[in-house]
């Protein structure tokens, strides 16, 4: 199903660690060509080294996405390297935990300049790529089931997440005259290194009863709605927002 994927040349952003790592290593085994971005050079290397083997290649590039210029700089350079640019994953992000009473501006232009105005500008400078190469793409925004309800202290990772769900729609919109689909993957708690021993404590044991199938995602359980929205098989998707969260969404108040 996801043979398209092929050949097929892919920037993720925040690919350093967790999801974008794993987003890296899943296009390279589906023979994705992957420009892989973030700060940390040392570990886009050694991520690059790690899918030697696979069938796709991996390129570190460094890009901070709190900066529009290196935003710029960094597509660029993703563009010279795999020569072209045909899917752009949105996957940079940041989040603190903090009462909103306490949050003061720095906190919160941090998550709003890394959540939502990184994400827009750099879906702007992948959809003028696109649109110059004429063959139309595909963006997929990674958001949260957060930017469709709430929790108790994460209210600007909350706000920008919503940001972004409401982009995804506005950008596909405007940009499908160009072939240029947008869509959002929304996970909901996924397990990592960094909140596995979280999920073992009886405040992550509450949360995970509250998730209908009783658990919570696998990074692999993210695997085949993120090819799907990569890959020529959603060419008709755009606009659309796929909750993966064991029915968090739609459990009951």
């Known amino acids: 199903m996801f043979g398209d994927l092929k050949g097929k040349r892919v920037l993720v952003t925040g690919a350093s660690s967790g999801l974008g790592a794993h987003f890296v290593r899943l296009l390279a085994v589906h023979g994705a060509h992957v420009a892989a971005a973030a700060r940390r050079h040392d570990r886009l290397v050694a991520l690059a080294q790690d899918c030697a083997a696979l069938p796709g290649k991996v390129v570190p590039v460094v890009l901070d996405v709190a900066s529009v210029e290196a935003i710029g700089a960094g597509l660029e350079e993703a563009r010279a390297a795999l020569r072209g640019l045909d899917v752009l994953v949105n996957n940079a992000g ?4 903090a009462r ?3 949050l003061d501006e ?3 232009d941090a998550h709003l300049d890394v959540n939502l105005k990184g994400c827009f500008f750099a879906a702007q400078g992948a959809a003028r790529i696109m649109s110059q190469q004429g ?6 925004n990674i958001a949260s089931i957060l930017g469709e309800r709430v929790a108790a202290s994460v209210a600007p990772y909350a706000v ?3 940001g972004l769900i409401q982009m995804t729609k506005a950008l596909a919109l405007e940009w499908a005259r160009h ?3 947008v869509n959002a993957l929304a996970p909901g708690y ?6 596995r021993e979280f999920f073992a404590t009886e405040a992550g044991k509450a949360l995970i009863a509250r998730i209908p199938m009783r658990r919570p995602a696998d990074l692999t359980d993210l695997d085949g709605p993120f090819l799907l929205l ?3 098989a959603s060419r008709f998707m755009t606009g659309a927002v796929v909750a993966v969260d064991g029915g968090h969404l739609v459990s009951g108040l």
């Open 94 to 97: 940041v989040v603190e935990t």
């Open 100 to 102: 909103a009473l306490d």
């Open 106 to 108: 720095a906190q919160w």
């Open 135 to 140: 063959e139309g793409g595909a963006i997929v």
């Open 160 to 162: 920008a997440k919503a």
């Open 179 to 181: 072939k240029v689909r």
């Open 190 to 195: 996924v397990v990592t290194d960094l909140n």
């Open 230 to 232: 990569c890959a020529d």
